[in-house]
């Protein structure tokens, strides 16, 4: 390798392990050589992992969100039920840091690599592949016939979503979400025009654009909602995530709206960090755990079989979660009076 990138071996061991002593420009010539031999150091991994470790690995792209946390508890679960220990890193929705947390795992030479991404992961998996180690994308149908994939059903996502709304009677509904950016965006988009235009006529859809699929962008999505005459205006609101539906029911409520008597709200996503309002928020809950726990199987089952194992994708059903913010609340009964043994009631 050092005589391929024309420096010395101690050169090479600088730029794996103290790269920032080297020039950049002898960095990135020996980092381009590594690439091209596939090479992989495991001297600062080796006691993490043995060559025939029973560790597996999980890259999630954002802890924050309780999808992600939802699968590694999922994957924790099972991986123990298999024999296997899990280690858990989070990229931080950072690409970079995603990649070299794939790197670690290769160098501590796991048993096998689970990935949780947001886009295209692309180099990362490729990389992994290369070296042939057994690899399970989450969350991401990356397209690729050389490792298995778990996938919740985003269409239906988007689908079940606004049909619940339709079903409840709202007619002209608001799809609110960063268009057309990432793969769960757009298949949930795709499922919410099948609902709307699966209902006929009568059903209207206006799509939102917000630049971002938290709740930072809300306000703005509430201004151009209410910029409609009131008799035109949607009065029900399908937010891609729970985050960005949380805020717009606050939004909508600092206006004076109510929710869900003026206009009916939910998310897409079931993230814990948007649980906390006044109004309970009603979501698609996208299974998580069960994801988690596929992947595992998919994992071990790739480890056992080596060569022969035939890659497949698993694609999990989401499930809707009715709360207060649109079918509003429901009533709780009144206490009632239980008239104690061997007592009379006047005229009987």
Known sequence: MAARAGVSVGTVSNVLNHPGQVRPATVEKVRAVIEELGFTPNANARSLAGADSRTIGLVVVDLRNTLFVDIARGAQREAAAEGMNLLVTNSDSDDSLQDAHLELFESARVSGVLLAPLSDPAV?????????????????DTGREDCCTVLVDNERVGHLAARHMIELGRRRLAWVSELGALQPVQQRQVGV????????????LTEIDTQHVDGS???????RLLAVPARHRPDAVVAVTDLLGASIVQEL?????????????????HDARAWGGAIP??????????????????LAEEVAEG????????????SLLVRESSAGRVPVPGPTTTRALGSTRRGV
């Open 124 to 140: 990362g998996v490729q990389r992994v592949r290369r070296h042939g180690t057994p690899l399970v994308v989450i969350n991401y």
């Open 193 to 204: 025009r099948r609902a709307v235009r699966e209902a006929g006529r009568g059903v209207g």
């Open 217 to 223: 962008h809300a306000r703005t999505a509430v201004e």
């Open 253 to 269: 409520q600092e206006a004076g709206l109510s929710v869900p008597g003026d206009i009916a709200v939910m998310g897409c996503d």
């Open 281 to 298: 928020l009603t979501t698609v809950r996208l299974e998580g755990e069960e994801m988690g726990v596929a992947a595992v199987r998919l």
């Open 307 to 318: 060569g022969g194992h035939v890659h497949r994708t698993v694609v999990v059903q989401p």
